[in-house]
């Protein structure tokens, strides 16, 4: 059985090296068009955010 990122990863590469449209990729292996399409957008506050995060979890384990 295979995750919805693993679908989304199979439609992605469907579409690239066949050449099939995304909506029929999407079909194909299950997924939704709208989560093919979407590229989060990461500004410049949040990835401050993001990191302070990832600093705080490495000194702080516990």
Known sequence: MTGPAQRRELAEKAVA????SIALACRAFGVSETCCRYSPKRDEENEMIADL??????????
Not at 17 to 20: A, I, L, Q, S
Not at 53 to 62: D, I, S
Request: proline share 0%; net charge positive; aromatic share 0%.
């Open 17 to 20: 090296t066949r050449g099939v």
């Open 53 to 62: 995060l990832v600093g705080l979890t490495r000194a702080h384990k516990t």
